[in-house]
């Protein structure tokens, strides 16, 4: 297992201030030191990088991440499946589909708590668009209380495989996933699902 790139200041950083702190002894310092540590060390555990082994088969929809299922909706365009991450949850983000990048979007808004009903329309978020021959899929990567960046490690123009790493979003935070209407959801409220790994729907007609 490694960490994303993006972890690398928030593990290294406060690990060389508890060296610091350590050798310049004393109780206070000592005690400021082993809090450094231990922060870098939750830093070192939120930003895994876990090895998957990629769920493969005709039609699928996989997980775009790790987390809990908040909710699965359906409206006249489309289904939407939205998943809160914990600061427990692995925070890198996987292609759902096979597929083709067409747009990469950065909407700036609020910071609401992620299990707001709002969070998904009012906060900062990065909008990622694939599409294949089954139709489009749309990924929103957005902020919450506690997240404030959301990262996007793909562009405009980039062919992807189902379960390719697309981004990261920096502490907890929400993802949704938007899916074409011909799907069957595999996925219901309060699931436990995994990056690459669990089917969230499947294609039921071309």
Sequence with gaps: ???VREGYPFVLIPLILSVVLFL???SVFVFMGWVSFIV????LYFFRDPTVTVTTGNDLILSPCNGTVLETAENEKENVIRVFLSVFD???QRSPVSGT???VCHKPGKFLNAMNDRAHIENEQNIITIKNENGIFIVKQIAGFVARRCVSWVKEGDILEAGDKIGVIKFSSQVDLHVPKNVHIKVSRGDRVVSGVT??????SK
Excluded: E, Q, R
């Design 40 to 43: 870098s060390l939750f830093c």
């Design 24 to 26: 310049v002894g004393g």
């Design 199 to 204: 089917v969230f729907a499947k294609i039921s």
């Design 1 to 3: 297992m490694t960490i």
């Design 90 to 92: 692995v925070h890198l």
């Design 101 to 103: 990048v067409i747009d």
